[in-house]
C-alpha cells in the first residue's frame, strides 16, 4: 500500500524556521517527483514545490509565494521528503500536504496519493 | 499563471440525481502533440486529504465508481456524477498539470438537497 506520512508541524512565530518531514512506503521513492501542496484553514488548495526525480537531476520548483524562503530536498535512501521553511509568515499557516507526483516526466503530471498532512501555525 | 476558476461554489443535490461541476481554465490545457488535456479532478471530504478521482480529464482513477465522470477539452472541463450518493457530499477541485506553477481551482462544495 502506498503511503506518506508527514510530521514536523507545530505552532512557530513569524520569522522562524521549520523543517517537515514526509516518510514514504509501498512504491519506488526514487522513480518519482514528489510535491508539497497546502491548504491554509477553510480554505483552497495551494502547490508549494516540486523536487524531480533522480532521471530529472533532483531539481526543483517552487511557487513564488515560497521562493527564496522555502526549501525542498529527498533523500532516496531514507525514502524520505523534507520541506525546510524560513522566514515563517502568518499567512503560512496552512496544512502541508506530501504528495507523490504521477508522470515521470519533466513537468510532472497528476497527484497521487496525498499524505495526512501536517498543520503549521506562524503566530505570536 | 494558469488560473482555474470553477463553478458554482455550491451545489445542492438530491440523492439519485445528476451533479455537475464545471472548471474553466485561463488558457487552453490541451497539448496538441499528443492531444491529451493535462487536467485532473479530486474530491476532498471533511477532515481527510485529497483524493484523485479523474486525470488526463476524463481517464477514471482505478476504484472510482463509474458514476464519475470527466469530459471536456482545451479550457472547458466537467466532473459528472451520474447519481448522487450520501457519500458524494465533498469539496471537488480541478487540477491543471499543464505547466508550473501547478494551480487548482477554488473548490466546488456539494451538498445533499
Known amino acids: 500500500e502506498v503511503q506518506l506520512v508527514e510530521s514536523g508541524g507545530g505552532l512557530v512565530q513569524p520569522g522562524e524556521s521549520l523543517r517537515l518531514s514526509c516518510a514514504a512506503s509501498g512504491f519506488t521513492f526514487s522513480a518519482h517527483h514528489m510535491d508539497w501542496i497546502r491548504q491554509a484553514p477553510g480554505k483552497g488548495l495551494e502547490w508549494v514545490g516540486r523536487t524531480r526525480n533522480i532521471a530529472h537531476n533532483y531539481t526543483t520548483d517552487y511557487a513564488a509565494s515560497v521562493k527564496g524562503r522555502f526549501t525542498i530536498s529527498r533523500d532516496d535512501s531514507k525514502n524520505s521528503l523534507y520541506l525546510e521553511m524560513n522566514s515563517l509568515k502568518t499567512e503560512d499557516t496552512a496544512v502541508y500536504y506530501c504528495?507523490?507526483?504521477?508522470?515521470?516526466?519533466?513537468?510532472?503530471?497528476?497527484?497521487?496519493?496525498w499524505g495526512l498532512g501536517t498543520l503549521v501555525t506562524v503566530s505570536s | 499563471d494558469i488560473v482555474m476558476t470553477q463553478s458554482p461554489e455550491l451545489l445542492a443535490v438530491s440523492l439519485g440525481e445528476r451533479a455537475t461541476i464545471n472548471c474553466k481554465s485561463s488558457q487552453s490545457v490541451l497539448y496538441n502533440f499528443n492531444n491529451k488535456n493535462y487536467l485532473a479532478w479530486y474530491q476532498q471530504k471533511p477532515g481527510q486529504p485529497p483524493k484523485l478521482l479523474i486525470y488526463w480529464a476524463s481517464t477514471r482513477e482505478s476504484g472510482v465508481p463509474d458514476r464519475f465522470s470527466g469530459s471536456g477539452s482545451g479550457t472547458d472541463f466537467t466532473l459528472s456524477i451520474s447519481s448522487l450518493q450520501a457519500e458524494d457530499v465533498a469539496v471537488y477541485y480541478c487540477q491543471q498539470y499543464y505547466n508550473l506553477p501547478v494551480t487548482f481551482g477554488q473548490g466546488t462544495k456539494l451538498e445533499i438537497k
Open positions: 504528495a507523490r507526483n504521477v508522470g515521470g516526466s519533466y513537468w510532472g503530471g497528476w497527484i497521487d496519493p
